[in-house]
């Protein structure tokens, strides 16, 4: 996908695996067709949407986003670049139900629903998943709450923890392993150690 001409038309174009609502897997393609939507419903690409709507009233930047090659277009399932303070930011967002300040960037219901359980992963990275967001729980650490998690390749991690109005954010760059996510696991489950007292 990352190669084709139209990676929209390519993520469209794949052969299903299974009925539409039986079996999750996570896929790139599907945050490809959701940016070619925005850029539909609102004449700017995903990266430039972010910048005048997210961004620059969050006070983030610098901000790198990766392109594809051949359509230009931002690679919107793996390609963002933020520093962690403006992971943090994003992540603050999110816990504050889409606003900063006086400005509501976000629609509330849609922020609370993209942190809260949509659909059930069967076992892949977490037990739940909202909108782009992992929802997982583990109750020796968190009290049975819900911990919803951006997840990205490396070890890339934005916690948001609404019983203690906590964002944790944690950077690594063990790309494409298949234990990049045993040391964020290990910092996020210290972090909530240390304030959820265990049973």
Same mark, same amino acid.
């Given at each position: 996908?990352?190669?084709?001409?139209?990676?929209?038309?390519?993520?469209?174009?794949?052969?299903?695996?299974?009925? %539409?609502?039986?079996?999750?897997?996570?896929?790139?393609?599907?945050?490809?067709?959701?940016?070619?939507?925005?850029? /539909?419903?609102?004449?700017?690409?995903?990266?430039?949407?972010?910048? /005048?709507?997210?961004?620059?009233?969050?006070?983030?930047?610098?901000? /790198?986003?990766?392109?594809?090659?051949? *359509?230009?277009?931002?690679?919107?399932?793996?390609?963002?670049?933020?520093?962690?303070?403006?992971?943090?930011?994003?992540?603050? $967002?999110? @816990?504050?139900?889409?606003?900063?300040? *006086?400005?509501? $960037?976000? %629609?509330?219901?849609?922020?609370?629903?993209?942190?809260?359980?949509?659909?059930?992963?069967?076992?892949?990275?977490?037990?739940?998943?909202?909108?782009?967001?992992?929802?997982?729980?583990?109750?020796? /650490?968190?009290?049975?709450?819900?911990?919803?998690?951006?997840?990205?390749?490396?070890?890339?991690?934005? $916690?948001?923890?609404?019983?203690?109005?906590?964002?944790?954010?944690?950077?690594?760059?063990?790309?494409?392993?298949?234990?990049?996510?045993?040391?964020?696991?290990?910092?996020?489950?210290?972090? @909530?150690?240390? @304030?959820?007292?265990?049973?």
């Amino acid at each position: 996908m990352w190669r084709a001409d139209d990676p929209v038309a390519y993520a469209l174009g794949r052969p299903p695996v299974a009925g %539409p609502g039986t079996v999750f897997a996570y896929n790139g393609g599907l945050p490809t067709v959701l940016a070619a939507v925005l850029k /539909e419903a609102t004449g700017m690409s995903a990266d430039v949407y972010a910048r /005048e709507r997210l961004w620059c009233p969050l006070g983030v930047g610098p901000v /790198e986003w990766m392109r594809h090659d051949a *359509s230009g277009l931002p690679v919107a399932a793996s390609g963002l670049r933020l520093r962690p303070r403006d992971m943090a930011r994003f992540g603050q $967002l999110m @816990l504050d139900q889409g606003r900063v300040g *006086s400005l509501q $960037l976000l %629609p509330s219901e849609f922020a609370r629903a993209s942190l809260s359980p949509q659909d059930e992963t069967n076992g892949e990275i977490t037990a739940r998943y909202g909108y782009l967001w992992w929802v997982g729980a583990r109750p020796d /650490e968190a009290g049975g709450q819900d911990l919803p998690l951006a997840i990205g390749n490396g070890g890339q991690r934005i $916690l948001v923890y609404p019983p203690e109005r906590l964002v944790v954010v944690v950077t690594a760059g063990d790309y494409d392993s298949a234990t990049q996510g045993d040391g964020p696991a290990t910092a996020i489950a210290a972090v @909530l150690a240390a @304030l959820v007292p265990s049973p």
